[in-house]
């Protein structure tokens, strides 16, 4: 256990503390992003490979995190390291179309018949950004719906009750977004169809923004029949349905979570696993949408980095994998691994519960929550306190109650049996 003076019972770190110590006066925070600021310092990775993480002070981690999606096929995939470092002796980036990104936008489009163009962006916070851009430059229209609790990258329109990072940290509404902006985004709880048709009743909405699985709060899944609800609803009322499946796609199936629960989008957001690990977004969608982003019409989004050769490159030797069978092989795994986490929670009747699909769990310190408010009455302390003696028992889970835990392709059985076995024990303790 991690004890208030930074010390730890069993673990070495250090290194880590000093490096913080430095950190906490260079950055905010002393991170780079929020959710990394695990209290009351984080460990500081040196090397990964497969599963495992290894911290400055020779700690070695299973990793559940998986830097919160990207990592599906584990740490340094020999095949995604050949294709990107071929791509490296051939230069990495132009400042010109490639060969590459029309590859990519091909496979990308074959899984999801909702996208007959796309746009390569460097990151999902890009890719969401442009999505909205699109949706009002499309429509005319000014006003947006989001989900609370949903979370679509850190940029003023979705950073009101947006989840991740923002909530595990307290800072759910930021600060800096202009009232102006924040007024044109309408707040609807996930699950909640009636409270959906509402706001769209309202009139002068463009889109509805929503991740088909809540995966910055738990993940959180849909009840029956609420996607299917929402698409029926949004056409009814003249409205664009935006999916953002940067977590979702590619890995609730190839064709993401529209082709999983058979709902199509009008705009669809990627990230993560398309870029293999490297940067990347992506925001696509019918002809006579898409067809209105400059250059081709006057919606204007643009990049230096867009469609970096080296993210195409480990993007399409990450969707290679994933199309030979193996999304289906990490999928039986996370079906393994949720089956054995319910035994055990089950057993030890603490009122806990276990969520998750596909790749996807987790575990809730409260009842199966069904919306964003549900998910905030878990025990979020408690939660921490497990993550540390999970932490210490060389099992990296996300450090925060509303993060989604993911596994890859490498992880194996006998990975997941001793990882069971460290749940078993710690959630009794
Ligand atoms: C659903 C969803 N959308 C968008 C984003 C933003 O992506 P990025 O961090 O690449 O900007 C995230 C990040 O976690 C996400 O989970």
Redo the contacts with the bound molecule.
């Keep these: 256990m991690i004890r208030s003076d930074g010390s730890a019972d069993t673990m070495n770190l250090n290194s880590s503390r000093s490096l913080y110590e430095r950190a906490k006066r260079l950055m905010p925070g002393g991170v780079s992003s929020p959710v990394r600021a695990i209290r009351p310092y984080p460990f500081y990775v040196k090397r990964a490979e497969g599963p495992y993480l290894w911290d400055e002070d020779g700690n070695r981690f299973i990793d559940y995190c998986l830097a ?2 990207p990592m599906i096929l584990g740490h340094r995939n020999p095949e995604v390291m050949r294709r990107v470092t071929e791509q490296l002796e051939r230069g990495w980036l132009y400042g010109t179309p490639t060969a590459l990104e029309v590859e990519l936008a091909e496979r990308i489009i074959s899984h999801y018949p909702s996208m007959d163009m796309i746009r390569f962006v460097s ?6 950004m442009a999505a909205l851009r699109i949706a009002r430059g499309f429509t005319g229209k000014d006003k947006i719906v989001k989900i609370e609790g949903g ?4 940029h003023d329109s979705v950073l009101v009750k947006a989840g ?1 990072g923002a909530t595990t940290i307290g800072v759910p509404d930021s600060k800096g977004v202009p009232a102006d902006t924040a007024k044109n985004t309408i707040l609807v709880p996930y699950n909640d169809l009636q409270a959906m048709e509402v706001a769209l009743r309202e009139g002068d909405v463009a889109a509805v923004i929503m ?1 088909p699985v809540l ?2 709060i738990g993940p959180v899944l849909p009840v029956d029949g609420y996607l299917e609800g929402v698409r029926k609803v949004t056409e009814e009322h003249d409205v664009l349905l935006i999916f ?1 499946e ?2 979702t796609g590619f890995r609730l199936a190839l064709g993401g979570a529209q082709s999983y629960y058979g709902v199509r989008a009008d705009i669809t ?1 990627l ?2 696993i398309i870029g293999g690990g490297f940067p990347i ?1 992506a925001v696509g969608g019918r002809r006579e949408i898409m067809e209105n982003v400059a250059p081709q019409g006057g919606i204007y989004q643009a990049g230096t980095f867009n469609g970096s050769p080296v993210s195409m490159a480990a993007g399409l030797a990450t969707l290679d994998i994933l199309e030979r069978g193996v999304l289906d092989r990490i999928n039986e795994m996370g079906s393994y691994l949720r089956k054995g986490l319910s035994d055990i929670v089950e057993d030890l009747k603490l009122g806990y519960s276990v969520s998750g699909i596909a790749s996807m769990f987790k575990v809730f310190f409260g009842p199966l929550p069904r919306n964003y408010s549900e998910a905030l009455r878990c025990d979020k302390e408690g939660y921490l306190r497990f993550f540390w003696r999970m932490l210490e028992a060389g099992i990296f889970l996300t450090p925060s109650q509303y993060e989604t835990d993911f596994i890859s392709a490498s992880h194996d059985r006998e990975i997941i049996d001793k990882t069971l076995e460290a749940f078993k024990l710690y959630l009794k303790a």
């Design positions: 919160y999606g990151t999902g916070s890009e890719a969401t979370f679509h990258g850190a991740s991740e995966g910055n953002d940067v977590i957001t990230g993560k977004g």
